[in-house]
């Protein structure tokens, strides 16, 4: 059974730091891409940061670009999400997700996907 756990959130005043884990099993993830999703009340869940199977295969979405940093360790199938200078803005819930297709920025494409973790950043 696959499956994807997400770690790490909470409450953080702005400025602050935070930093998500994924921990992914039930097969190798060694051929897919490992990507962030977050979704705000009542907003359309968007892309954050992906890693391909290479970690010089790094993509951000424009708003997190110098503020977040996407990482994996492929030896324990885990993928990371350092969120530094955060805003009340980026509060949300925030998923991983894996996909082995070339869409990577596109919720659609993702084929599988964890329960979340809650991010709240408070003013």
């Known amino acids: 059974q696959v499956q994807l756990v997400e770690s790490g959130g909470g409450l953080v005043q702005a400025g602050g730091s935070l930093k998500l884990s994924c921990v992914a099993s039930g097969r190798s993830f060694s051929n897919y891409a490992m990507g962030w999703f977050r979704q705000a009340p009542g907003k359309e869940r968007e892309f954050v940061a992906t890693t391909k199977w290479s970690a010089r295969s790094t993509y951000y979405a424009d708003f997190v670009k110098g503020r977040f940093t996407i990482s994996r360790d492929h030896a324990k199938n885990m993928v990371y999400l350092q969120m530094n200078s955060l805003k009340p803005e980026d509060t949300a819930i925030y998923y991983c997700?894996?996909?082995?297709?070339?869409?990577?920025?596109?919720?659609?494409?993702?084929?599988?996907w964890g329960q979340g973790t809650q991010v709240t950043v408070s003013s």
């Open positions: 997700a894996a996909t082995s297709g070339v869409a990577v920025d596109a919720a659609g494409g993702y084929d599988y």
